[in-house]
């Protein structure tokens, strides 16, 4: 148990260091004259691509052989639910800056355990307290920003949210039965599978320069097969409360990385906002309290 607890917060940073060059990735690529749909074409095609390239390193750890073809199938379809919150993703952060995009984008989090709650998984006291600092640091961490031009401004993170929330708990409830490295790689294929009639439709737009290519590669390589992957095998091995929660190391990371690749400025308030969402990940590691059974007096034959 102890191991699969540093598996799975090994995989939490890995994960949220690689989901946290997205938006950049993203931002990067719109200027390749590609449209939100190009772009989520490529991220894909990029991304199965790269899962099938590495394979003969990571099937020492997963043999898909061991799976049964209704599991294989499964995960294929669960594809087709994570393209809903991909191109939503796609579509938002043409619109608004990724910081502001980002803050409605984390409420993910409390959304996986508000959601988790109702469908009957009991939710300990100080995780309630570790997704209130991680949402306080959060906001901290962004900034206050409103400068929205409509309602859509505003939709579209929040849907983006609740359906990649909806897809970690269909993650942890249905797809614990195989390896998360499995169910990583084969529904990264499944959304790709899903595009590919839409690209035979429509074609798909080639980026203009290699300025509009690397960030398209990098939305498959490192945002999309290392993020994804390592995103289920947290999930598989913490479950996907605590790994949603975890995985808010994603905006320290996404900080770092917008003020060294885009000069922006860090200033106290979001070293603070950092702080509070690292002290979240620290309660989430505490060791949890066990119910004491409660001792039973067993009368002696004879004494009654």
């Known amino acids: ?27 990067f690529a719109y200027q390749g ?12 095609v990029f991304g199965a691509g790269a899962i099938w390239l590495t394979w003969p390193i990571w099937r020492r750890w997963v043999d898909l052989r061991e799976l049964t073809s209704k599991q294989i199938l499964w995960r294929l379809g669960l594809g087709a639910v994570y393209i809903f919150p991909a191109l939503i993703g796609v579509l938002g952060l043409e619109r608004v800056e990724a910081t502001f995009y980002m803050l409605l984008f984390f409420t993910f989090p409390a959304m996986v355990a508000l959601t988790n709650r109702v469908l009957g998984e009991r939710m300990p006291g100080m995780s309630w307290v570790a997704i209130g ?16 031009r409509g309602p859509l401004d505003i939709l579209l993170p929040l849907l983006n ?12 409830r249905f797809f614990s039965d195989a390896p998360g490295l ?11 599978l899903v595009l590919i009639p839409l690209l035979l439709f429509r074609g798909v737009g ?13 939305l498959g390589v490192v945002s999309t097969m290392l993020a994804l992957m390592m995103m289920l095998v947290a999930v598989s091995l913490l479950g996907a409360s605590r790994a949603a929660v975890m995985s808010t190391l994603e905006l320290v990371f996404s900080l770092a990385f917008a003020a060294l690749l885009l000069g922006e400025h860090i200033g106290p308030t979001q070293l603070i906002g950092g702080g509070l969402i690292f002290v979240s990940v620290i309660l989430l590691q505490l060791p949890r309290r066990e119910a004491q059974p409660t001792p039973v007096s067993v009368a002696e034959p004879g004494t009654d």
């Open 1 to 27: 148990m102890k191991n699969d607890t540093s598996l799975g917060l090994t995989a939490v940073v890995i994960s949220s260091l690689a989901f946290g060059m997205l938006p950049i990735f993203t931002k």
């Open 33 to 44: 004259d590609l449209v939100p749909l190009d772009i989520l074409t490529w991220r894909f």
């Open 133 to 148: 600092l991680a949402l306080t640091g959060s906001a901290l961490i962004i900034g206050v920003n409103l400068t929205v």
């Open 161 to 172: 949210a609740a359906g990649y929330a909806v897809y970690l708990v269909i993650v942890g």
């Open 182 to 192: 499995a169910t990583g790689a084969l529904s990264v294929s499944g959304t790709l």
């Open 206 to 218: 080639i980026p203009s320069s290699f300025a509009g290519w690397w960030p398209v590669m990098g």
